[in-house]
């Protein structure tokens, strides 16, 4: 499979991306040994992680500025 070449090449440690895209990805994330995380959009899929849920859980307010 051409998307799964790619990242293997790539070496991503997390990957941001829609359900459709999760369901195929999540279950074969040990053909990646560099992904550590899928993270999907809008839905449930097993063996990702859900962007809003990530979201909720951080801190609020705007982040702390950086100087330097």
Excluded: F, H, W
Aim: glycine share 8%.
């Amino acid at each position: 499979n051409e998307v799964m070449y790619a990242l293997k090449d790539c070496e991503p440690t997390a990957l941001i991306c829609d359900e459709a895209y999760a369901r195929s990805i999540a279950p074969r994330m040990a053909d990646i040994p560099s992904l550590r995380s899928v993270i999907v959009v809008g839905a449930d899929v097993a063996g990702a992680e859900r962007y809003e849920a990530i979201v909720a859980a951080g801190e609020q307010g705007p982040p702390p500025a950086r100087y330097g």
